[in-house]
């Protein structure tokens, strides 16, 4: 199995990566282009990939998106734009993390453990959890309401599955970052901007959301929507 897929066109950065990675002992595979590495994913198994925002071709955005449709495999997506907007997107598309360039050695080491880490807890035994009419099937990484699948993935899914092992507890903002984000550092915007998301998809009505409750300047309670 491969530890790290590295999608980077750029073949100084995608050179190094690969140099680092081995000597932090995990065994890459570097390809430049997103075309590349999905047809590398549908021959090997992979435990983490490092996505390049910026690729001729399929662009990190896209290729994102399509990795999601049919693997459940972490993604870092890597990225000299730091702007919000960016950031945003990506986790939207269902990215995990978001590093920006140049990158540090030492920080892309953290995420990369991190990662891996949750998401080998992650994949534990086959479950179903249920909590009124949202229920997650944990082995597949798959929510569903009333019965019908929801596109929920990447942090999104691990908002909501934190969530839903705390039904009934007031969960405040600092400890939704902990659990989901860890030591990676997020915009101050990003839970409200996930949790807005997990509203869309999962809630009857969004202006008066009875599953997400909101508790004024603390934090969140997951219900049943009674």
Known sequence: MTDVLIIEDDDELRGLLADFLEAEAYKSVAVATAEEGMAFLEEDPVRIILLDLMLPGIDGFTACSAIREHKDIPVIMMSARDDDESKLMGYKLGADDYIAKPVSAAVLTAKIRALLHRSEKNTAAEERMTCGSISIDTGKRQVYKNGKACDIRGKMYDLLLFMM???????????????????????????????????????????????????WRKGYIFGDGN
């Open 165 to 215: 092992k705390n039904s009934g507890r007031l969960l405040l903002k600092d400890e939704l970052y902990d659990a989901v984000w860890g030591d990676s550092f997020v915009e101050p915007s990003t839970l409200n901007v996930h949790i807005r998301w997990l509203r869309e998809r999962i809630e009857d009505d969004v202006n008066e959301p009875r599953i997400i409750k909101t508790v």
